[in-house]
C-alpha cells in the first residue's frame, strides 16, 4: 500500500476535505514540506482496552490498609 502524500500548501488549502477523506476512508495522509514528510494525519482509533494498559501491575492491593506497620515493615531505618 502507498502512502498518500499532500504538500503543506494544498492541505493547507483543501484542509476540510482532506480531513473527510481521512475519516471515510481510514487512510493515513502524509502532509510534506518541500518534498519532506513533516506530519502525518491518521484517523482517530480509541480501543478500550489500550486506554488501561498502562496501568497494568502498578496497582497494589491491601487486605488491611489501616493495620499498624512494624518497624521491620519500613524500608528506611533508623
Same mark, same amino acid.
Given at each position: ?5 499532500? *504538500?503543506? *500548501? ?9 480531513f ?19 506530519l ?8 478500550? *482496552?489500550?486506554?488501561?494498559? *498502562? ?5 497494589t ?18
Amino acid at each position: 500500500m502507498t502512502m498518500v502524500t499532500v *504538500s503543506k *500548501s494544498r492541505f493547507k488549502a483543501h484542509a476540510l476535505e482532506l480531513f473527510r477523506e481521512v475519516e471515510r476512508t481510514g487512510q493515513p495522509l502524509v502532509i510534506t514540506d518541500r518534498g519532506k514528510p513533516v506530519l502525518k494525519l491518521v484517523p482517530y482509533e480509541q480501543e478500550p *482496552s489500550a486506554l488501561l494498559a *498502562s496501568f497494568r501491575g502498578c496497582v497494589t492491593r491491601y487486605e488491611d490498609p489501616t493495620a499498624p506497620v512494624g518497624e521491620d515493615d519500613w524500608e528506611a531505618g533508623a
